[in-house]
């Protein structure tokens, strides 16, 4: 019993940090392009608008919009581009702008008017290879993995 109260405490205490916006995700490309997925399902009987943009501090800048009467500030305007993203999303990759990153920095994506946010510091950036984004996404259900068989062989 006391065994079992442990595990959880420990499942419980793992996955709240988990619990992030998985909707949005930033990685670097092997070319030190910025890739940020946004997968976001938009709502019904709407036609698919998105927005990207990324905030420092006080400053929020708006990267690449496909929103009438918004416009991208004129530093990304020739170095981003957005692909479609099956079944649901869009993704964003940000050309040369690995080493202009700010710091701290707060990714923020809008499909439909639906947002996603995430909060990521320049050194966590992760790698877009496969294994890095399905452990970043999947981290969450692989502590259960683990601590349900954990549990069921003790």
Same mark, same amino acid.
């Given at each position: 019993?006391?065994? $079992? /109260?442990?595990?959880?405490? &420990?499942? *419980?205490?793992?996955?709240?940090?988990?619990?992030?916006?998985?909707?949005?995700?930033?990685?670097?490309?092997?070319?030190?392009?910025?890739?940020?997925?946004?997968?976001?399902?938009?709502?019904?009987?709407?036609?698919?608008?998105?927005?990207?943009?990324?905030?420092?501090?006080?400053?929020? $800048? /708006?990267?690449?919009?496909? &929103?009438? *009467?918004?416009?991208?500030?004129?530093?990304?305007?020739d170095k981003s581009s957005v692909e479609e993203l099956e079944p649901h999303g869009f993704r964003m990759t940000l050309r040369d702008f690995r080493d202009k990153l700010p710091h701290n920095t707060t990714y923020m994506c809008k499909i439909s008017g639906v947002p996603a946010r995430i909060n990521v510091e320049q050194e966590q950036l992760l790698p877009c290879s496969a294994v890095s984004v399905f452990l970043k996404s999947s981290s969450s259900w692989i502590v259960c993995l683990l601590l349900f068989f954990y549990h069921t062989h003790s």
């Amino acid at each position: 019993m006391l065994k $079992s /109260l442990f595990v959880y405490g &420990v499942l *419980g205490v793992l996955l709240i940090p988990a619990k992030c916006d998985d909707r949005i995700s930033v990685c670097v490309e092997d070319d030190n392009d910025l890739r940020v997925d946004c997968q976001v399902e938009p709502k019904p009987d709407k036609i698919s608008s998105y927005e990207f943009s990324w905030s420092s501090g006080s400053k929020e $800048s /708006l990267i690449n919009t496909n &929103v009438s *009467g918004s416009a991208a500030e004129s530093q990304f305007r020739d170095k981003s581009s957005v692909e479609e993203l099956e079944p649901h999303g869009f993704r964003m990759t940000l050309r040369d702008f690995r080493d202009k990153l700010p710091h701290n920095t707060t990714y923020m994506c809008k499909i439909s008017g639906v947002p996603a946010r995430i909060n990521v510091e320049q050194e966590q950036l992760l790698p877009c290879s496969a294994v890095s984004v399905f452990l970043k996404s999947s981290s969450s259900w692989i502590v259960c993995l683990l601590l349900f068989f954990y549990h069921t062989h003790s």
